[in-house]
C-alpha cells in the first residue's frame, strides 16, 4: 500500500507552510491563456518571489496538465492545485498523475483535492452533467482510502507529494489534520481561519485562498468585490453554509450581498489594506496566504497586480 503523505510534525504552525512561502497567487486565468504566455506568466511570478502558484480547475486544461506546464516553465517555485476535482476523475488517474509529477519535479508539487457532490442528484457545469456523490466527508475519506490502495509499479517519488484538502466545515478540517498535511480553505473570512487553527491543531497546514482587488476607486472596486461574493453565495451551497457558519444570515445573503459579507471575504483598496489583511490571516493562525487577483475580465492575466502586490505582501 503507497503510504499516506502525511503533514510534517512541527513545534508551531507557523512552520508548516515554510516550503510553500508566506504569500502565493491563486487564478483561474491561466485556462484562459495559451500555454507559451502561462510559462511566461509562472516564470514571472516566480521572479517575483512569490512563495507557491496555485491554478484552479474548471473545465479547462487538466489539473495534472496543467501543473506540468507550470511547473516546467519554473525552477524552483511549488506548484499547488487549488483545487483537483475528485469528480472529474478516479482514484486512480489522480494517484498514477500526482506520482508522475512528485517524481518529474521532487517537492515541488501540492495535491489540494476538493469538489466533491453532495447528494445523489447528477449536478450540471454549465451544461455538461456531473458525476453524483455521498456525503461530502465520507466520500473524501474513501477517496484518499482508494488513491493510497493503489500499487505503484514505477519508480515513487522522493518525498511524496503533499495533499491538502478544500476544507471548510468542521468534519472536512478534521479529516484534512488528520488524513492530509493540511487544508486549502476557499473564499473565508479572517474568522474562518483562526476557528480552522482551532479545529486542526498547531500542526495541520492552513493556506488561505483572499480574493483581493488592487483599486483605489472603492465604489468601484466594492462593486467589483459584491460580484464576485454574490456568484459564490448563489451558485456553490457548500460556500453559502460555510458562511452562515460564521454568523453571516439572510440578510447578508439574499439578494444584493451586504457589505458586512463583501468587506470580510475581499480585500480591495490598495497595496497596504491587501497587506493587512494577509497579515490578519497570519495572525489567526495561517501558514500561507494565496492571493486571488479579481478584475473585471476573469479571463485576463492580473500581471500588474502581481507585480504591484509583491513587494508590499512579501516582505515580513
Not at 508551531?12 to 516550503?19: M, Q, R, T
Not at 473524501?140 to 466545515?169: N, Q, T
Not at 496566504?289 to 473585471?296: D, E, M, P, R, Y
Amino acid at each position: 500500500m503507497t503510504p499516506n503523505p502525511k503533514r510534517t510534525t512541527h513545534t508551531a504552525h507557523a512552520s508548516a507552510g515554510e516550503p510553500l512561502g508566506r504569500v502565493g497567487i491563486w487564478t483561474l486565468a491561466f485556462d484562459g491563456q495559451p500555454a507559451g504566455r502561462v510559462r511566461e506568466a509562472a516564470a514571472e511570478i516566480e521572479e517575483l518571489g512569490y512563495g507557491t502558484i496555485w491554478f484552479g480547475e474548471a473545465l479547462g486544461r487538466d489539473t495534472a496538465g496543467q501543473a506540468w506546464l507550470l511547473l516546467s516553465a519554473t525552477r524552483r517555485i511549488p506548484v499547488a492545485s487549488g483545487i483537483a476535482n475528485i469528480a472529474f476523475r478516479d482514484p486512480i488517474a489522480m494517484a498514477t498523475a500526482t506520482r508522475t509529477l512528485g517524481e518529474a519535479f521532487p517537492g515541488r508539487y501540492v495535491l489540494g483535492l476538493g469538489g466533491h457532490r453532495v447528494d445523489d442528484t447528477v449536478h450540471l457545469m454549465d451544461g455538461y452533467p456531473m458525476p453524483a456523490r455521498g456525503r461530502a466527508v465520507t466520500t473524501m475519506r474513501g477517496y484518499l482510502d482508494s488513491m493510497d490502495a493503489i500499487p505503484a509499479h514505477g519508480p515513487r517519488p522522493d518525498p511524496a507529494p503533499r495533499r491538502v484538502l478544500a476544507a471548510l466545515g468542521p468534519k472536512m478540517l478534521e479529516l484534512a489534520a488528520d488524513r492530509t498535511w493540511g487544508a486549502h480553505p476557499y473564499f473565508v473570512p479572517v474568522r474562518h481561519t483562526a476557528e480552522a487553527r482551532r479545529i486542526m491543531g498547531p500542526d495541520a497546514f492552513l493556506g488561505v485562498e483572499q480574493a483581493v482587488i488592487l483599486d483605489t476607486d472603492l465604489d468601484r472596486a466594492r462593486a467589483l468585490a459584491t460580484e464576485h461574493v454574490a456568484m459564490y453565495v448563489r451558485s456553490a451551497p457548500h460556500q453559502e453554509a460555510s458562511v452562515r457558519r460564521l454568523g453571516f444570515g439572510d440578510a447578508d445573503i439574499t439578494g444584493t450581498p451586504s457589505r458586512r459579507l463583501v468587506d470580510a471575504i475581499v480585500a480591495y483598496g490598495d497595496a497596504d489594506r491587501i497587506r493587512e489583511r494577509v497579515a490578519e490571516h497570519l495572525a489567526a493562525g495561517a501558514d500561507h496566504v494565496c492571493l486571488q487577483a479579481l478584475t473585471a475580465d476573469p479571463a485576463h492575466l492580473p500581471l500588474t497586480a502581481w507585480r504591484e502586490l509583491a513587494p508590499a505582501t512579501l516582505t515580513p
